[in-house]
Nanobody
Framework: QVQLVESGGGLVQPGGSLRLSCAASGIIFSIYTMGWYRQAPGSQRDLVAVVASGGSTKYADSVEDRFTISRDNAKNTVYLQMNSLKPEDTAVYYC???????????????WGQGTLVTVSS
């Protein structure tokens, strides 16, 4: 059974920092592209950052230079270090694991349950 368990969310003041973690089980973690997405109330779920199996990263423009995604394959865990947080970063943050399947049209994906990040004074 695949499980992605996020932790580290909470309430933080503007300008503060948080570190999210996502512990994966039930998958061969090292072959998956791992990502963080977020969804604010009334909005769609958007990409925040991804780290590929080889270590390359991609960020949404809105978080570039403030957020850092990293992975520890030995611990089956992906992290999101969030600095200089803004009120508009308030959202539920979801962990995603994705890999291509040979011969299949769509990738295989798994999602965590989400962790709430609230940036407010």
């Amino acid at each position: 059974q695949v499980q992605l368990v996020e932790s580290g969310g909470g309430l933080v003041q503007p300008g503060g920092s948080l570190r999210l973690s996502c512990a994966a089980s039930g998958i061969i973690f090292s072959i998956y592209t791992m990502g963080w997405y977020r969804q604010a109330p009334g909005s769609q779920r958007d990409l925040v950052a991804v780290v590929a199996s080889g270590g390359s990263t991609k960020y949404a423009d809105s978080v570039e230079d403030r957020f850092t995604i990293s992975r520890d394959n030995a611990k089956n865990t992906v992290y999101l270090q969030m600095n200089s947080l803004k009120p508009e970063d308030t959202a539920v943050y979801y962990c995603n694991a994705r890999r291509s399947v040979p011969g299949a049209e769509n990738d295989l994906e798994h999602w965590g349950q989400g962790t709430l990040v609230t940036v407010s004074s």
